[in-house]
Antibody
């Protein structure tokens, strides 16, 4: 079955760019059934959707972060990437890669698959 | 502050029925499907309910969802100790043009 795995630095300095990768196995990001998303969760807090990308390149971002977030897709590597610029301590969180179902072949409009998440701490 | 409002905590004893509420507005819950996710500490959320009341395969029928106007609810009947977790509601927000989550409800089984 499809599995997602996040990877990237666990520590980022303030004002720098946070970069994470989500590797997708067991399925293709080009299948067309899903948008590929990033969601984060600050320690002890709730979930925040950052944005998503479709295999065609169509993307959509949370307006509150739109100026700092870029999500890209590499079909040859079957990977999704997240870049978050000008980070501060408020960006410290567990970052999840998740698939957002866009067809009737899965659970429509649900985040139906999640990676285990990766903790990113912003600190000097 | 989350777009959708949930009570921060809920509790019940084994066998009881517990209901968790999720309040929104016309631009989100009022015009869209509602989803529920279950999250155990240190793990990723898991889809529990989709399109208001539907259960993915493997989710017990003790879990049920409903919606009325701009609010939604998750009911857990026959409460079990393994249901102790955090529960999040989610939906699409037409104003934001994206998905939004509730702040989460920590369920304690007494």
């Amino acid at each position: 079955q499809v599995q997602l795995q996040e990877s990237g630095p666990g520590l980022v300095k303030p004002s720098q760019t946070l970069s994470l990768t989500c590797s997708v196995s067991g399925g293709s990001i080009s299948s067309g059934d899903h948008y590929w998303s990033w969601i984060r969760q600050p320690p002890g807090k709730g979930l925040e959707w950052l944005g998503y990308i479709y295999y065609s390149g169509t993307s959509n971002y949370n307006p509150s972060l739109k100026s700092r977030v870029t999500i890209s897709a590499d079909s040859s590597k079957n990977q999704i990437s997240l870049n978050l610029t000008s980070v501060t301590a408020a960006d410290t969180a567990v970052y999840y890669c998740a698939s957002f179902c866009s067809s009737n072949n899965c659970y429509p409009n649900a985040f139906d698959l999640w990676g285990p998440g990766t903790l990113v701490i912003v600190s000097s | 502050q989350s777009v959708l409002t949930q009570p921060p905590s809920a509790s019940g004893t084994p066998g009881q029925t517990v209901t968790i509420s999720c309040s929104g507005s016309r631009s989100n819950i009022g015009g869209n499907y509602v989803y529920w996710y279950q999250q155990f500490p240190g793990t990723a959320p898991k889809l529990l309910i989709y399109r208001i009341f539907k259960r993915p395969s493997g989710v017990p029928d003790r879990f049920s969802g409903s919606k009325s106007g701009t609010s939604a609810s998750l009911a857990i009947s026959g409460l079990r100790s393994e249901d102790e977790a955090n529960y999040y509601c989610a939906t699409w927000d037409d104003s934001l043009s994206g998905p939004v989550f509730g702040g989460g409800t920590k369920l304690t089984v007494l």
